[in-house]
């Protein structure tokens, strides 16, 4: 059985409708109206242990819903999930002793209290073993440069320093699976790859399955093998990111640097290959994968042209994702 397994799951809202004017006042006061949002529906979909998922989507898309019913924060209307053999809403103390939770505008850490206090509430909030509890804050604090930080209270912590600390917090009980909704968001680049290496490695060292939902698609092409894309509360792609690439990104992009006595870039002509860009001695050939290969372009450029160099550029997986979204392929 999958470590994760989402079938036919909805999740529908019902909110009031405000209406303007004395008369609709009044009707609203007799009789209240509501209408329904179906934020989730028939998302079906599993996971087996280890893996690291990108979950993406447009805002509104219900990606953050999704994780609150797989985390046992929302019930769902519709369908079942079973995470490790558990109903997460059902058996929901025993569902977060064995999971992380990291949401990227929130923190379970304490605001007022230097941030090793904070770990050492959760320490007695989850009944860590001390000896257990000083090897993982150990192994975190050198893996996430927290040192310095550790005595300062919460409140006075960057962003940055915030995020390394929850991550630790989320990860000390030894959860079998960590949720992360927009770990990144707001963060500088060096920030940004000091949390990825840290994901990798306790997906690498610890066996930890991570699902992700980002903005941030630097951070699928870092982390993720697989992506599920969802939209208007439904799945509409789940596969393995190179075949995502394959599937929907058409367009690859040959980039020859002509030798110093080779001709101009603008004068390069090759069959079922576009000019897009030209920069110095080098220029960008677009082509399309179902039409013909890298290989053969390479043949034919080298044959009639002095070439220096040649690589193959592969569509940009944003790119992709944004095509998807907007019916391009």
Same mark, same amino acid.
């Given at each position: 059985?999958?470590?994760?397994?989402?079938?036919?799951?909805?999740?529908?809202?019902?909110?009031?409708?405000?209406?303007?004017?004395?008369?609709?006042?009044?009707?609203?006061?007799?009789?209240?109206?509501?209408?329904?949002?179906?934020?989730?529906?028939?998302?079906?979909?599993?996971?087996?242990?280890?893996?690291?998922?990108?979950?993406?989507?447009?805002?509104?898309?219900?990606?953050?819903?999704?994780?609150?019913?797989?985390?046992?924060?929302?019930?769902?209307?519709?369908?079942?999930?079973?995470?490790?053999?558990?109903?997460?809403?059902?058996?929901?103390?025993?569902?977060?002793?064995?999971?992380?939770?990291?949401?990227?505008?929130?923190?379970? +850490?304490?605001? =007022?209290? @230097? &941030?090793?206090?904070?770990?050492?509430?959760? /320490?007695?909030?989850? %009944?860590?073993? $001390?000896?257990?509890?000083?090897?993982?804050?150990?192994?975190?604090?050198?893996?996430?440069?927290?040192?310095?930080?550790?005595?300062?209270?919460?409140?006075?912590?960057?962003?940055?320093?915030?995020?390394?600390?929850?991550?630790?917090?989320?990860?000390?009980?030894?959860?079998?699976? +960590?949720?992360? =909704?927009? @770990? &990144?968001?707001?963060?500088?680049?060096?920030? /940004?790859?000091?949390? %990825?290496?840290? $994901?990798?490695?306790?997906?690498?060292?610890?066996?930890?399955?991570?699902?992700?939902?980002?903005?941030?698609?630097?951070?699928?092409?870092?982390?993720?093998?697989?992506?599920?894309?969802?939209?208007?509360?439904?799945?509409?792609?789940?596969?393995?990111?190179?075949?995502?690439?394959?599937?929907?990104?058409?367009?690859? &992009?040959?980039?020859?640097?002509?030798?110093?006595?080779?001709?101009?870039?603008?004068?390069?002509?090759?069959?079922?290959?576009?000019?897009?860009?030209?920069?110095?001695?080098?220029?960008?050939?677009?082509?399309?994968?179902?039409?013909?290969?890298?290989?053969?372009?390479?043949?034919?450029?080298?044959?009639?042209?002095?070439?220096?160099?040649l690589t193959v550029e592969e569509p940009e997986i944003e790119a992709i994702i944004r095509d998807i979204y907007q019916g391009g392929t």
């Amino acid at each position: 059985m999958a470590l994760i397994e989402v079938e036919h799951l909805s999740k529908t809202f019902r909110v009031a409708v405000r209406r303007t004017g004395r008369l609709a006042a009044v009707r609203t006061l007799l009789a209240r109206e509501e209408r329904s949002i179906h934020a989730v529906q028939d998302v079906s979909f599993a996971l087996e242990r280890g893996e690291m998922v990108g979950y993406l989507g447009p805002n509104g898309a219900g990606k953050s819903t999704t994780l609150k019913m797989l985390t046992g924060i929302l019930v769902p209307s519709g369908g079942r999930i079973v995470v490790e053999g558990r109903d997460p809403h059902r058996r929901r103390v025993e569902h977060v002793r064995r999971i992380g939770v990291v949401f990227g505008q929130r923190t379970q +850490l304490w605001w =007022d209290l @230097p &941030t090793v206090e904070s770990f050492e509430l959760l /320490r007695h909030i989850y %009944r860590i073993p $001390l000896e257990r509890y000083r090897a993982n804050l150990a192994a975190f604090t050198e893996l996430l440069d927290m040192t310095p930080f550790l005595e300062t209270p919460v409140r006075q912590l960057s962003l940055g320093q915030r995020m390394r600390a929850d991550l630790a917090a989320a990860l000390l009980h030894d959860p079998s699976i +960590l949720f992360l =909704d927009e @770990p &990144t968001i707001g963060l500088d680049i060096v920030a /940004r790859e000091r949390i %990825r290496q840290f $994901l990798l490695a306790i997906n690498r060292e610890r066996g930890v399955t991570v699902i992700l939902t980002t903005h941030d698609l630097g951070d699928i092409e870092r982390l993720c093998r697989r992506v599920i894309l969802i939209d208007g509360g439904r799945v509409i792609s789940d596969g393995d990111l190179a075949e995502l690439r394959a599937r929907f990104g058409r367009w690859r &992009t040959l980039v020859v640097e002509l030798a110093a006595d080779g001709p101009a870039p603008e004068s390069v002509r090759v069959s079922q290959a576009e000019a897009v860009r030209c920069e110095g001695p080098r220029v960008w050939l677009r082509f399309d994968r179902s039409a013909t290969t890298a290989a053969s372009l390479i043949a034919e450029v080298a044959a009639r042209y002095p070439v220096r160099d040649l690589t193959v550029e592969e569509p940009e997986i944003e790119a992709i994702i944004r095509d998807i979204y907007q019916g391009g392929t």
